[in-house]
């Protein structure tokens, strides 16, 4: 919108010169726009950092007991969980108790998502990194069952996600899981030729149909790769040892990519 209000003042103003140097003037205010978008202030995105953080353990808590009752295998997954994030031993008893308030009884779903809503609301990004680390740790013994996707309904309902959004984000997550190395594809290193039901795999986990163009395919990727950016996600708030998720996310999108684009070259 800068570039185009400039080209337009600028030939008003000055002619064929005028419209490149407002193009030029433009093209610095939209680039100062989206850094402003995606850095905040320290202030407000310690704030946010704080809200993310609360929210995600919050929900694990409440997520593991959506079948009524906390197993020791949903405690195991909670715990491999911040091993993995490499969680400070601050961050990590802070995250035990978050995980028992989810848990309890009295614990308000409205009430929690509220809260994140207005801390982090205006980042999709960080709404979408919530669902990602819920659905990956739902998914974390194979499979989601019934009440465990229906609390994901709830939690994706309540910041803003459609039913159909939902379901794509969940598709995506379940074949980019085949694209790691705990998945049981593991296809990153693969020698020979992909087979049918592998690219469909690698189709769903960039969200795209088969028949997209090489354009399209390479700007859902771009588009894919953008959103799971470590240093953008720190720029609007995500928590520095909650990076290592968009990091793996970032890894298996490649991987798929990679697939594909050897596929249609060949």
């Given at each position: 919108?800068?570039?185009?209000?400039?080209?337009?003042?600028?030939?008003?103003a000055?002619?064929?010169?005028?419209?490149?140097?407002?193009?030029f003037i433009?093209?610095?205010?939209?680039?100062?726009?989206?850094?402003?978008?995606?850095?905040?202030?320290?202030g407000?995105?310690?704030?946010?950092?704080?809200?993310?953080?609360?929210?995600?353990?919050?929900?694990?808590?409440?997520?593991?007991?959506?079948d009524?009752?906390?197993?020791?295998?949903?405690?195991?997954?909670?715990?491999?969980?911040?091993?993995?994030l490499?969680?400070?031993?601050?961050?990590?008893r802070a995250?035990?108790?978050?995980?028992?308030?989810?848990?309890?009884?009295?614990?308000?779903?409205?009430?929690?998502?509220?809260?994140?809503?207005?801390?982090c609301?205006r980042h999709?990004?960080?709404?979408?990194?919530?669902?990602?680390?819920?659905?990956?740790?739902?998914?974390?013994?194979?499979?989601?069952?019934?009440?465990?996707?229906?609390?994901l309904?709830?939690?994706?309902?309540?910041?803003?996600?459609?039913?159909?959004a939902?379901e794509?984000?969940?598709?995506?997550?379940?074949?980019?899981?085949?694209?790691?190395?705990q998945g049981?594809?593991h296809?990153?290193?693969?020698?020979?030729?992909p087979?049918?039901?592998?690219?469909?795999?690698?189709?769903?986990a960039?969200?795209?149909?088969?028949?997209?163009s090489?354009?399209?395919?390479?700007?859902?990727?771009?588009?894919?790769?953008s959103q799971?950016h470590?240093?953008?996600?720190?720029g609007?708030?995500?928590?520095e040892?909650?990076?290592?998720?968009?990091?793996e996310r970032?890894?298996?999108?490649?991987?798929?990519?990679?697939?594909?684009?050897?596929?249609?070259?060949?």
């Amino acid at each position: 919108m800068g570039k185009l209000i400039g080209a337009i003042v600028g030939f008003w103003a000055g002619g064929f010169w005028g419209f490149l140097l407002g193009l030029f003037i433009g093209s610095i205010v939209d680039r100062s726009i989206r850094v402003s978008h995606f850095h905040i202030p320290s202030g407000d995105r310690q704030e946010i950092q704080d809200t993310f953080f609360s929210t995600t353990f919050t929900l694990l808590g409440y997520l593991a007991k959506a079948d009524g009752r906390v197993s020791e295998a949903e405690v195991q997954q909670t715990e491999k969980l911040m091993d993995k994030l490499g969680l400070t031993a601050d961050h990590r008893r802070a995250a035990i108790d978050l995980f028992k308030q989810g848990s309890q009884h009295n614990f308000s779903l409205p009430e929690l998502l509220g809260k994140f809503n207005q801390a982090c609301g205006r980042h999709p990004n960080l709404k979408q990194m919530l669902l990602v680390y819920l659905i990956s740790i739902a998914l974390a013994d194979g499979a989601i069952d019934s009440s465990e996707e229906a609390v994901l309904r709830q939690v994706a309902q309540g910041i803003g996600f459609s039913g159909f959004a939902f379901e794509q984000l969940l598709r995506m997550i379940k074949a980019q899981n085949q694209f790691s190395g705990q998945g049981q594809g593991h296809y990153r290193h693969y020698q020979q030729a992909p087979s049918a039901s592998e690219l469909d795999l690698a189709y769903d986990a960039l969200g795209v149909d088969k028949s997209i163009s090489d354009k399209e395919l390479k700007r859902a990727y771009r588009k894919l790769m953008s959103q799971y950016h470590p240093d953008k996600l720190m720029g609007q708030g995500l928590p520095e040892d909650m990076i290592h998720e968009a990091t793996e996310r970032s890894q298996e999108i490649q991987a798929a990519y990679d697939m594909i684009q050897k596929s249609r070259k060949s």
